[in-house]
């Protein structure tokens, strides 16, 4: 009986190439389509601009002590009275009290600034009756009454009837707009000389408004 052979190549061949052979690996790539911020945090995406400004704000907060914080509102509350007294002086709508914007406060303050009102004269004459009636003569004191009388019926009369061409103005041009408090906001204007008044005057006595 013959014995089976093996030959030697098999049996001392080499197994590097058998046992060493390296697996093929598949290349990882990332499906995220989402781009991230230089600043942001390695692997995180970039936040929202609106959180992110949430975030610098709570942080600005949290940061600033209870006595730098109402430094800050102290110095926000005085540039909001610069800019309402700028406003005032040039009549710019963004920065004007509550009581003077609109566009119906502005037709009334240009409607009253554009005509000649008794009752902006009403502090002058005053004084000037109040002089009179001062005065130890019978004669003088009796014309300080009598023009007492007069300047208050003819402040009334002229009055009655601004208010009424104004409220017919403005019900004219600005039907859909809310109107309530309009004429009694012009009539308190014309309380004041025209030079004083504020807002200040933005047309001249006889332009049309």
Request: with cysteine.
């Amino acid at each position: 009986m013959h014995a089976h052979r093996v030959p030697l190549a098999f049996v001392f061949r080499s197994r590097s190439k058998d046992d060493k052979a390296p697996a093929a690996k598949a290349p990882v790539t990332s499906s995220s389509t989402q781009t991230r911020d230089p600043q942001a945090p390695k692997g995180r995406p970039t936040p929202k601009r609106s959180a992110a400004q949430s975030q610098r704000r709570s942080v600005a907060n949290t940061k600033m002590t209870p006595k730098e914080a109402r430094g800050r509102q102290r110095e926000e509350r005085r540039t909001a009275m610069e800019r309402q007294r700028a406003a005032l002086a040039s009549g710019d709508e963004r920065y004007l009290p509550a009581r003077d914007k609109g566009p119906v406060r502005k037709y009334a303050r240009d409607f009253v600034d554009s005509r000649f009102c008794i009752a902006e004269y009403f502090l002058p004459m005053a004084v000037i009756i109040l002089v009179l009636s001062m005065v130890r003569v019978g004669s003088l004191q009796n014309i300080a009454l009598l023009l007492w009388l007069f300047v208050i019926v003819a402040i009334v009369i002229d009055s009655a009837i601004t208010g009424f061409r104004l409220k017919k103005k403005l019900a004219e041009k600005f039907p859909n707009e809310r109107r309530k408090g309009a004429v009694a906001y012009a009539l308190m204007r014309t309380l004041q000389m025209k030079r004083l008044r504020l807002p200040k005057p933005q047309v001249k006595r006889g332009e049309r408004p």
